[in-house]
T-cell receptor, first 108, second 114 residues
Framework: RKEVEQDPGPFNVPEGATVAFNCTYS??????FFWYRQDCRKEPKLLMS???SGNEDGRFTAQLNRASQYISLLIRDSKLSDSATYLC?????????FGQGTELSVKP | DGGITQSPKYLFRKEGQNVTLSCEQN?????MYWYRQDPGQGLRLIYY???????QKGDIAEGYSVSREKKESFPLTVTSAQKNPTAFYLC?????????????FGSGTQLSVL
């Protein structure tokens, strides 16, 4: 089993749709969690950290479920500019591990 | 401006040759990381260092070596033992005590085999 595993993509959605990504992790001792966005062969950019209580930033909502060992990212009212690859990241004692990424394509 | 600088942007390696990718940061970060990305895939951890003069293997360390003699520098050597080195290499740093462990990335090095 991979240490961090994401939904296989790609996700093709129309503008305005709501889309959700899931990410599971295998090590229950994982300490912190993040979502990054990566555009076409550029460096990843931090989208948001994921807190136990859940957190929201505009159209983006992140959730953490420690009991089931998964994190999620919800994007509401998706825009063309949201098209990118979304990567979840898990911190295991200083070792920052990325999922394989889920590609999102938002169409007009 | 503070940041991470990777060089070169493009690098070509001949068969049997060792090459070194440079990564320098002026953010005063303790932790630094090297990742490899293949087309259509996520980032895989090669090596990481949480403090100067110390580093640990990641998930795909075979065929690579690193050093961390200075806080600001974490060069990666791709040795001739790495049989499939063509990939996009990303260096990152973070300060676990601050910045909420946000990773700061360099702009990457594309390595290709001649």
């Amino acid at each position: 089993r991979k240490e961090v595993e994401q939904d296989p993509g790609p996700f093709n959605v129309p503008e305005g749709a709501t889309v959700a990504f899931n990410c599971t992790y295998s090590n229950s001792a994982s300490q912190s969690f993040f979502w990054y966005r990566q555009d076409c062969r550029k460096e990843p950019k931090l989208l948001m950290s994921v807190y136990s209580s859940g957190n929201e930033d505009g159209r983006f909502t992140a959730q953490l479920n420690r009991a089931s060992q998964y994190i999620s990212l919800l994007i509401r009212d998706s825009k063309l500019s949201d098209s990118a690859t979304y990567l979840c990241v898990v911190n295991q004692g200083g070792k920052l591990i990325f999922g394989q990424g889920t590609e999102l394509s938002v169409k007009p | 401006d503070g940041g991470i600088t990777q060089s070169p942007k493009y690098l070509f390696r001949k068969e049997g040759q060792n090459v070194t990718l440079s990564c320098e940061q002026n953010l005063n970060h303790d932790a630094m990381y090297w990742y490899r990305q293949d087309p259509g895939q996520g980032l895989r951890l090669i090596y990481y260092s949480q403090i100067v003069n110390d580093f640990q293997k990641g998930d795909i360390a075979e065929g690579y070596s690193v050093s961390r003699e200075k806080k600001e520098s974490f060069p990666l050597t791709v040795t001739s033992a790495q049989k499939n080195p063509t990939a996009f290499y990303l260096c990152a740093s973070t300060n676990p005590a601050f910045d909420n462990e946000k990773l700061f990335f360099g702009s990457g090095t594309q390595l290709s085999v001649l």
